[in-house]
């Protein structure tokens, strides 16, 4: 039981790390990808493309939510 809980909170701290809304960003992002290549909504390039600049996008949204000033 051990092992399987150290097992569990290594892929937990090396998933979701100090900051868990980067990590459904990217999920979320994934998934979009991934919707839009079953759809045959774009080409091979449009597909890499469109992964990348959601990935980029998820994470300056989860930036700027992290240095906004707090009220």
Request: proline share 1%; net charge neutral.
């Amino acid at each position: 039981m051990k092992f399987l809980k150290a097992f569990g909170q290594f892929w937990y701290d090396f998933i979701i790390g100090d900051d868990w809304k980067i990590a459904v960003a990217v999920v979320l992002a994934l998934g979009v990808t991934l919707a839009a290549m079953a759809t045959d909504l774009l080409g091979d390039t449009g597909l890499t493309l469109l992964g990348g600049a959601a990935v980029v996008v998820a994470f300056a949204v989860s930036l700027a939510i992290d240095v906004r000033p707090k009220r």
